[in-house]
């Protein structure tokens, strides 16, 4: 059953309003407040945020006071949380039948589908005198545009990927933290051991995910092979088929033909990844600030993040993504949905949702905290913001990511195609339909 967090914003009842956040009602839903009109008598303008939240009460726990003490009874806002795994489906099927909310957490790959639907507000106006606008990065504010001039989106937050790495094993192994991908492939075949000799490999290099999704780690790895390596050329040609990127795709494919991966590796997904590191199986993973805080409860100090290593060049490859905010088009309600999006990004609540939902900042003056710049992971993190990229927005690269990358590299991983044919498969498929413009 849905279950909404309806706050009733007014000036008058505030103190019982507080003291009434949380408290569910027979129909299941919970109210912040009881009053449902303005002092002057007016009832308060009404917006709907969705987001995609497993963990019931999060974001409720982090904004419902705080909004209450910003708006002061002019707006009402209902919070709908959507379990993950069903949250796009639901937001494009409400919004295509009317029924979608004001606002709403997404993704910068929903853009290209809500766009043709119509279904965005054009936010560059509203957004071209936010006093905040001089802190947002170049590569925020681009990831948000999507390739489109208009602003569909503005920034919420992001991740950006990085290596974990055991520093109990590589203290015992006698290595240093890897900087270039030559000490990379070192140490992922240096760490794989058999430590009780029985013939039997025990602990594995790295943690390499083969599932969906996987193609962000392999992308790391085979992009950083040039200068200016991604998905597209600046024409939005495929580049799959660069040599150096066959002979990247191919050392990435011998962690795992050498061993230096576990055997499941090819359909390994984070939760498979993400235990064999924590367990001892693996000393090294790829991926975000999310994890940290599992990953600090189960080894304490024996873990450390690391920048995702350079080529002989010093090119890197990072990974980002960048959570957006919309507006419906069809909302009644877009000034105070608009003024929600602010509020929600503005460095004091922008801090509060990083530091709840273990995001990274992108306002410099929440990164310059020390709560950030001094912690190991957010630092990390901050400092690979530069050279990270996100991933693209179009069409052809959701059934790439889902389904195609997977399917094609665990067939190369296994053998029954080479890194020629892989990356053949990979250009195809990315190959961007002229239906698409």
């Given at each position: 059953?849905?279950?909404?967090?309806?706050v009733?914003?007014c000036?008058?009842?505030l103190?019982?309003?507080?003291a009434?956040?949380?408290?569910?009602?027979?129909?299941?839903?919970?109210?912040?407040?009881?009053?449902?009109?303005?002092?002057?008598?007016?009832?308060?303008?009404?917006?709907?945020?969705?987001f995609?939240e497993?963990?019931?009460?999060?974001?409720a726990?982090?904004?419902?006071?705080?909004?209450?003490e910003?708006?002061?009874?002019?707006i009402?806002?209902?919070?709908?949380?959507?379990?993950?795994?069903?949250?796009?489906?639901?937001?494009?099927t409400?919004?295509s039948?009317?029924?979608g909310?004001?606002?709403?957490?997404m993704w910068?790959?929903?853009?290209?589908?809500?766009v043709?639907?119509g279904?965005?507000?054009?936010?560059?106006?509203?957004?071209?005198?936010?006093?905040?606008?001089?802190?947002?990065s170049d590569?925020?504010?681009?990831?948000?545009?999507?390739?489109?001039e208009?602003l569909?989106?503005?920034p919420?937050?992001?991740?950006?990927?990085?290596?974990?790495?055991?520093?109990d094993?590589?203290a015992e192994?006698g290595?240093?933290?890897?900087?270039?991908?030559?000490?990379?492939?070192?140490?992922?075949?240096?760490?794989t051991?058999d430590t009780?000799?029985?013939?039997?490999?025990?602990?594995?290099?790295?943690?390499?995910?083969?599932?969906?999704?996987?193609?962000?780690?392999?992308?790391s790895f085979?992009?950083?092979?040039?200068?200016?390596?991604?998905?597209?050329d600046?024409?939005?040609v495929?580049?799959?088929?660069?040599?150096?990127?066959?002979?990247?795709?191919?050392?990435?494919?011998?962690?795992?033909?050498n061993?230096?991966?576990?055997?499941?590796?090819?359909?390994?997904?984070?939760?498979?990844?993400?235990q064999?590191?924590k367990s001892g199986?693996?000393?090294?993973?790829?991926?975000?600030?999310?994890?940290?805080?599992?990953?600090?409860?189960a080894?304490?100090?024996?873990v450390?993040?690391v920048?995702?290593?350079?080529?002989?060049?010093?090119?890197?490859?990072?990974?980002?993504?960048?959570?957006?905010?919309?507006?419906?088009a069809?909302?009644?309600?877009?000034e105070?949905?608009?003024?929600?999006?602010?509020?929600?990004?503005?460095p004091?609540?922008q801090?509060?949702v990083?530091?709840?939902l273990?995001?990274?900042?992108?306002?410099e003056?929440?990164?310059s905290?020390?709560?950030?710049?001094?912690?190991?992971?957010?630092?990390?993190s901050?400092e690979?913001?530069?050279?990270s990229?996100?991933?693209?927005?179009n069409a052809e690269?959701?059934?790439?990511?889902?389904?195609?990358?997977?399917?094609?590299?665990?067939?190369?991983?296994?053998g029954?195609?080479d890194?020629?044919?892989?990356?053949?498969?990979?250009?195809?498929?990315l190959?961007?339909?002229?239906?698409?413009?």
């Amino acid at each position: 059953m849905k279950k909404f967090v309806t706050v009733a914003l007014c000036l008058s009842m505030l103190a019982t309003s507080l003291a009434g956040c949380g408290a569910n009602s027979s129909s299941g839903v919970s109210e912040a407040g009881a009053a449902t009109a303005q002092t002057d008598g007016t009832e308060p303008v009404e917006i709907t945020y969705w987001f995609n939240e497993d963990n019931e009460g999060t974001h409720a726990a982090m904004l419902l006071d705080r909004w209450n003490e910003y708006c002061g009874g002019r707006i009402k806002l209902n919070l709908e949380p959507i379990p993950a795994s069903s949250y796009y489906d639901k937001l494009i099927t409400a919004i295509s039948t009317g029924t979608g909310p004001d606002v709403f957490l997404m993704w910068p790959s929903y853009l290209s589908t809500m766009v043709d639907m119509g279904a965005l507000v054009d936010l560059s106006d509203a957004f071209s005198d936010w006093e905040y606008m001089d802190e947002v990065s170049d590569v925020m504010l681009e990831t948000a545009h999507g390739g489109y001039e208009e602003l569909y989106s503005f920034p919420r937050s992001a991740v950006v990927m990085y290596l974990y790495c055991r520093s109990d094993m590589f203290a015992e192994a006698g290595l240093d933290y890897p900087e270039t991908m030559d000490e990379f492939y070192e140490a992922c075949e240096k760490l794989t051991q058999d430590t009780d000799g029985d013939g039997i490999t025990d602990v594995y290099g790295f943690g390499m995910r083969g599932a969906r999704n996987g193609n962000q780690m392999w992308s790391s790895f085979v992009f950083n092979s040039r200068p200016d390596g991604d998905y597209y050329d600046d024409n939005q040609v495929p580049q799959m088929l660069a040599e150096e990127f066959i002979e990247a795709n191919q050392k990435y494919l011998e962690i795992y033909q050498n061993g230096w991966a576990p055997p499941t590796a090819p359909t390994d997904d984070f939760a498979e990844i993400s235990q064999n590191f924590k367990s001892g199986v693996t000393a090294m993973l790829y991926h975000h600030i999310g994890s940290s805080a599992a990953m600090k409860e189960a080894l304490g100090d024996n873990v450390v993040a690391v920048p995702i290593p350079a080529a002989e060049d010093g090119t890197r490859y990072g990974v980002t993504e960048i959570t957006t905010l919309g507006v419906n088009a069809a909302s009644e309600n877009q000034e105070a949905a608009i003024e929600f999006i602010k509020w929600l990004s503005s460095p004091e609540i922008q801090d509060v949702v990083c530091t709840e939902l273990q995001q990274v900042p992108w306002l410099e003056s929440v990164q310059s905290m020390d709560k950030y710049s001094q912690d190991p992971f957010f630092s990390a993190s901050i400092e690979s913001l530069s050279f990270s990229h996100p991933v693209p927005t179009n069409a052809e690269f959701t059934p790439f990511s889902e389904e195609i990358w997977p399917q094609t590299f665990q067939r190369a991983l296994m053998g029954e195609i080479d890194s020629q044919q892989m990356m053949q498969i990979l250009q195809d498929t990315l190959t961007i339909k002229e239906t698409n413009g």
